[in-house]
């Protein structure tokens, strides 16, 4: 049996889900079509308990709350444990060091990493946050999330350089992101450390958006020269990823 009331919230949640810069509650009442004086307690209700946040033009958006239930409900599916069995296998078809990370606010934060027995030495471990700009798998998020997601980011982004390479113009990293996008895969020239050279391919989920990234890391000529094999087997590897975690083939993406 449902619940008229719960039913109700869900379905403003899914709403302004689609509404990334807010809705007044007269415009939730008729998109919805609920009465206004019952919106807008609940909505009130929402509000106070921090499920919504309300800007100056009186919209409200999906708020801070819901962040930490969004996060805690993504680690319980526990993407690297699931990944795993695939990383491994990119490994030994690679022979070189295959990281994953998720996304956590503006930074990635590492959830695995297979070593290779010639791996290289990096500062790159589960559990670390490193900046999206500079990584192959940060890179791999910018390319493939949404541009407003994107722009958000990095609005709030100070390009700064970790290494002579690193990309520090705005307008050169979005032309870059650009160039990603079509190749299905990102790229890190030794961007965040001398010598490494890293490849990254986004790993969608159920609703069709990047939920994880997924990288082949080693030293830049050893990874220059199997380049092609490198990439066919990451993309292949990125896709039997996203399918475990229920991206169906043929859905797009975004």
């Known amino acids: 049996m449902s619940v008229k009331s719960a039913e109700r919230v869900l379905r403003v949640f899914e ?8 809705l007044t509650i007269k415009e939730i009442s008729e998109k919805l079509s609920f009465p206004q004086s019952s919106t807008s307690g609940l909505i009130g209700t929402l509000y106070k ?27 319980s599916l526990d993407f690297s444990k699931q990944a795993l069995p695939y990383l491994k296998k990119l490994m030994e078809d690679v022979q070189e060091t295959v990281f ?5 606010e503006k930074d990635l934060v590492y959830v695995a ?3 290779n027995n010639r791996s290289i030495r990096t500062t790159a471990q589960p559990g ?12 791999a998020f910018l390319a493939f999330m949404n541009e407003q997601q994107k722009n958000q980011i990095l609005d709030s982004t100070e390009l700064l350089p970790i290494t002579s390479h690193t990309i ?12 990603f996008k079509q190749l299905g895969h990102s790229i890190d020239d030794e961007e965040n450390e001398e010598g490494l050279f890293c490849m990254a391919a986004p790993v969608y989920g159920a609703d069709n958006s ?21 990439v066919e087997k990451l993309l292949l590897t990125s896709k039997e990823v996203s399918a475990s975690i229920g991206y169906k083939v043929g859905q797009g993406q975004p």
């Open 49 to 75: 308990e921090g499920y919504l946040s309300l800007d100056s033009f009186n919209q409200y958006k999906l708020g801070p709350k819901l962040i930490q239930i969004g996060s805690a409900a993504l680690e």
């Open 168 to 179: 520090t113009d705005r307008l050169e990293l979005e032309q870059q992101l650009e160039i």
């Open 128 to 139: 670390s946050h490193k900046p999206l700009y500079c990584t192959g798998l940060g890179k």
């Open 210 to 230: 990047i939920q994880a990234a997924i990288s082949v890391a080693g030293p830049k000529e050893r990874m220059i020269k199997q380049r092609n094999a490198i």
């Open 113 to 115: 990493k297979i070593d």
């Open 15 to 22: 709403l302004l889900s689609q509404y990334q810069d807010g």
């Open 100 to 104: 994953m990370a998720l996304l956590s």
